[in-house]
């Protein structure tokens, strides 16, 4: 009798990373995944104990079974259209880079990627959190997000000549720790638990004020609410209400439907 291949809990995840945005080229997103890799194995790993494959998905090929999806995209919308949701067709977690969305704002599509590739393996079903008791009847559940707290670009670090972000170690979600005791992320841009740095953001969860998921900043930015299909958004959504996506072959079949779309309108909008 053969047994049903299992994932071995030593092994890499295996990810498969899928452009079907319009912003970048197949080759744009090729040239970024050897730092990334380089992130996840030599900077990530040792301090979370989580490495991954990245795998490059070509245009009219099928991501391989059993590999969880880094999917780079426009925006919320395309995502949407195409038929992204919250997991995988195979029900695997799923991270989305809104690139487009990266590009009208001015920031690094590769920080984002670098950001929701690191987020998805520290917690795939975004459910993780650490609670901080104030006293006996009141205190607050932190989202187990590993680089909200110091996402900003001009805290990222270059691997090669491609910038990723920078990324939280457990010990932040440790409040035992005094200030300067340990290292709290990669880049040392943070010096106490549970700190957020200008641009920096945390989900909380007051178990009793009766507000659900809410967001600790260290400065408003106009980008806090999180857009559909963010981590942020689908933290806060009840896991009966997530959809899986649809199949990659129907997401492709969309995908070229969205393309000629977009075309016409640029061609329209020269007219
Ligand atoms: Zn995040």
Known sequence: ????KQQNANQPIQIAVINA??????????????ALQ?????????????????????????????????TILDDADQAG?????????????????????????GSEWTVTASHELLEMLADPNINLTVFIQNDNTTGRLYAYEVCDACEADNLGYAIGNV??????????????????????????NLTQPLQLVAGGY??????????????LTQQMHSRVRGEVGTRRERRRTLRTHW???HDHATI???????????????????A
């Open 1 to 4: 009798m053969n047994k049903p």
């Open 21 to 34: 945005s319009t912003v970048l080229t197949d080759s744009q997103v090729q040239a970024a995944i050897p």
């Open 38 to 70: 380089t992130q996840v194995s030599r900077d990530f790993a040792p301090a979370w104990g989580v490495d991954a494959n990245l795998n490059f998905v070509p245009q009219g090929t099928n991501p391989p079974a059993g590999n969880w999806w880094l």
């Open 81 to 105: 259209a195409l038929g992204y949701h919250d997991l995988t067709a195979e029900g695997l977690p799923i991270g989305k880079v809104f690139a487009g969305t990266d590009l009208k704002y």
């Open 163 to 188: 910038t990723v972000s920078d990324f939280v170690y457990p010990s932040w979600f440790e409040d035992f720790r005094p200030p300067n005791s340990t290292q709290f992320d990669f880049g040392q």
């Open 202 to 215: 945390i989900g909380i969860f007051d178990i009793s004020a009766g507000t659900g998921w809410t967001q």
């Open 243 to 245: 959809q899986k996506s």
């Open 252 to 270: 492709m079949k969309r995908a070229a439907e969205y393309r000629a779309r977009v075309s016409q309108i640029v061609r329209r909008a020269a």
